[in-house]
């Protein structure tokens, strides 16, 4: 595989269009995951969808990541599908990651992957880590969209001291 910039405009411009296919599957596990902990979850919208994948493209050093992950992972097919299991998890897992970004977020992505994962199949005709790889965008985008109300509130956990200094 060779990735060149070129190659990381294609794949953004591919992830950009998913929009379709993974703006539904984000909301039907924001759907679950919230009645599991019973809260209310916002939906995530096409453009929010594109938002983040726009975000996510303009940091060149995660860009490339994500495109080689995606390129890999929309070619990867293993025969029988079973042996390749445990490879497009890891790949599909860690993609979700790197989009999702920094701690707690990316461990969240990570998690959250493997439910979208479950709930998302790939047609018989498809590349074994094509519906990894809506589960993965799916996971890392969700991340970044508001929606869930611990996100949007600050951390209990916050030291007073550290938080005014870093305001000054």
Same mark, same amino acid.
């Given at each position: 595989m060779d990735v060149t910039p070129a190659t990381v405009v294609d794949e953004y411009e591919w992830v950009r269009e998913r929009a379709d296919a993974v703006v539904p599957l984000i909301n039907a596990v924001r759907d679950d995951l919230g009645d599991l902990f019973e809260v209310d979850v916002d939906h995530v919208t096409a453009d929010q969808y594109r938002?983040?994948?726009?975000? %996510?493209?303009?940091?060149? /050093?995660? #860009?490339?990541?994500?495109?080689?992950?995606?390129?890999?992972l929309r070619d990867l097919d293993v025969e029988g599908d079973y042996p390749g299991f445990v490879?497009?998890?890891?790949?599909?897992?860690? &993609?979700?990651? %790197?989009?999702?970004?920094?701690?707690? &977020?990316?461990?969240?992505?990570?998690?959250?992957? @493997?439910?979208?994962?479950? @709930? %998302? @199949?790939?047609?018989?005709?498809?590349?074994?880590?094509? /519906? /990894? &790889?809506? #589960?993965? &965008?799916? #996971?890392?985008?969700?991340? @970044?969209?508001p929606g869930w109300g611990w996100t949007e509130e600050p951390s209990p956990f916050?030291?007073?001291?550290?938080?005014?200094?870093?305001?000054r």
């Open positions: 938002g983040v994948v726009d975000e %996510t493209f303009a940091d060149g /050093d995660r #860009a490339v990541n994500v495109a080689a992950l995606t390129a890999i490879v497009d998890e890891v790949l599909g897992r860690e &993609l979700a990651g %790197t989009i999702a970004g920094g701690q707690p &977020l990316r461990m969240l992505g990570e998690a959250t992957f @493997h439910y979208a994962d479950i @709930h %998302t @199949h790939g047609e018989d005709d498809e590349a074994a880590g094509a /519906d /990894d &790889l809506d #589960a993965a &965008l799916a #996971a890392g985008v969700q991340e @970044h969209v916050a030291v007073a001291d550290a938080v005014e200094r870093a305001n």
